[in-house]
Protein backbone atom coordinates (compact mmCIF):
# COMPACT_ATOMS: atom_id res chain seq x y z
CA UNK A 1 0.00 0.00 0.00
CA UNK A 2 1.38 3.46 -0.71
CA UNK A 3 -0.21 6.59 -0.04
CA UNK A 4 1.13 9.68 -1.25
CA UNK A 5 0.01 13.13 -0.39
CA UNK A 6 0.61 16.76 -2.31
CA UNK A 7 -0.98 19.88 -1.88
CA UNK A 8 0.23 21.48 0.88
CA UNK A 9 1.88 24.88 1.90
CA UNK A 10 1.63 28.18 3.14
CA UNK A 11 -1.86 30.27 3.02
CA UNK A 12 -3.18 33.24 4.50
CA UNK A 13 -6.06 33.00 6.65
CA UNK A 14 -9.17 33.04 4.79
CA UNK A 15 -7.49 31.04 1.86
CA UNK A 16 -8.23 28.04 0.34
CA UNK A 17 -5.92 24.91 -0.44
CA UNK A 18 -6.85 21.42 -2.17
CA UNK A 19 -4.67 18.54 -0.81
CA UNK A 20 -4.28 15.58 -2.93
CA UNK A 21 -3.92 11.75 -2.24
CA UNK A 22 -2.56 9.08 -4.76
CA UNK A 23 -3.09 5.54 -3.85
CA UNK A 24 -1.69 2.29 -4.93
CA UNK A 25 -1.56 -1.32 -3.93
CA UNK A 26 -5.17 -2.13 -2.91
CA UNK A 27 -8.45 -2.01 -4.80
CA UNK A 28 -9.02 1.86 -4.27
CA UNK A 29 -13.06 1.31 -4.91
CA UNK A 30 -13.13 -1.07 -2.01
CA UNK A 31 -12.59 1.06 1.07
CA UNK A 32 -12.99 4.03 2.77
CA UNK A 33 -10.86 7.00 2.98
CA UNK A 34 -9.70 9.17 5.60
CA UNK A 35 -7.82 12.41 6.23
CA UNK A 36 -6.49 12.90 9.59
CA UNK A 37 -4.36 16.12 10.75
CA UNK A 38 -1.66 16.29 13.61
CA UNK A 39 -0.69 19.93 14.82
CA UNK A 40 2.15 20.42 17.39
CA UNK A 41 2.24 18.88 20.74
CA UNK A 42 -1.36 17.37 19.82
CA UNK A 43 -2.75 14.40 19.12
CA UNK A 44 -3.73 13.17 15.66
CA UNK A 45 -7.24 14.00 14.70
CA UNK A 46 -9.81 12.69 12.14
CA UNK A 47 -10.59 15.53 9.86
CA UNK A 48 -12.93 14.04 6.99
CA UNK A 49 -14.01 10.15 6.16
CA UNK A 50 -15.64 9.10 2.80
CA UNK A 51 -16.91 5.20 2.33
CA UNK A 52 -16.27 3.46 -0.60
CA UNK A 53 -19.71 3.12 -2.43
CA UNK A 54 -21.88 6.10 -2.72
CA UNK A 55 -19.30 8.28 -0.88
CA UNK A 56 -20.96 9.28 1.69
CA UNK A 57 -19.19 11.59 3.82
CA UNK A 58 -18.16 12.40 7.83
CA UNK A 59 -16.13 15.32 9.25
CA UNK A 60 -14.70 16.88 12.08
CA UNK A 61 -17.05 19.54 13.90
CA UNK A 62 -14.33 22.09 13.68
CA UNK A 63 -14.00 21.75 9.75
CA UNK A 64 -17.78 21.42 8.78
CA UNK A 65 -18.58 23.80 6.12
CA UNK A 66 -15.44 24.90 5.84
CA UNK A 67 -13.96 21.44 4.55
CA UNK A 68 -14.76 19.05 1.28
CA UNK A 69 -13.73 15.38 1.17
CA UNK A 70 -13.77 13.76 -2.39
CA UNK A 71 -12.50 10.62 -4.38
CA UNK A 72 -12.10 9.81 -7.93
CA UNK A 73 -12.26 6.43 -7.94
CA UNK A 74 -11.20 6.22 -11.86
CA UNK A 75 -7.98 8.12 -10.87
CA UNK A 76 -7.32 6.07 -7.20
CA UNK A 77 -7.47 9.52 -5.37
CA UNK A 78 -9.09 11.25 -2.99
CA UNK A 79 -8.97 15.07 -2.12
CA UNK A 80 -9.60 17.24 0.48
CA UNK A 81 -11.05 21.11 -0.40
CA UNK A 82 -10.06 23.27 2.45
CA UNK A 83 -11.85 26.59 2.20
CA UNK A 84 -11.74 29.63 4.76
CA UNK A 85 -8.61 28.44 6.39
CA UNK A 86 -7.79 29.23 10.14
CA UNK A 87 -4.63 29.44 11.63
CA UNK A 88 -5.91 26.58 13.96
CA UNK A 89 -6.11 24.55 11.07
CA UNK A 90 -2.12 24.46 10.53
CA UNK A 91 -0.85 20.89 10.82
CA UNK A 92 0.53 18.11 8.81
CA UNK A 93 -2.50 16.36 7.12
CA UNK A 94 -2.33 12.59 6.37
CA UNK A 95 -4.11 10.56 4.29
CA UNK A 96 -5.58 7.31 5.19
CA UNK A 97 -6.52 3.95 4.34
CA UNK A 98 -7.58 0.92 6.89
CA UNK A 99 -7.63 -2.26 4.60
CA UNK A 100 -6.53 -4.64 7.28
CA UNK A 101 -3.65 -3.09 9.48
CA UNK A 102 -4.38 0.87 8.93
CA UNK A 103 -1.79 2.79 6.55
CA UNK A 104 -0.61 6.39 6.65
CA UNK A 105 1.05 8.72 3.78
CA UNK A 106 4.26 10.75 4.69
CA UNK A 107 1.92 13.82 5.49
CA UNK A 108 1.68 17.05 3.93
CA UNK A 109 2.49 20.81 5.58
CA UNK A 110 -0.21 23.08 6.09
CA UNK A 111 0.03 26.41 7.80
CA UNK A 112 -2.24 28.71 8.06
CA UNK A 113 -0.27 32.64 8.55
CA UNK A 114 -0.81 36.35 7.67
Known amino acids: VQLVESGGGLVQPGGSLRLSCAASGFTFNNYAMSWYRQAPGKERELVAH????????NYADSVKGRFTISRDNAKNTVYLQMNSLKPEDTAVYYC????????WGQGTQVTVSS
Open 96 to 103: SVNPGPRY
Open 50 to 57: IRSAGGST
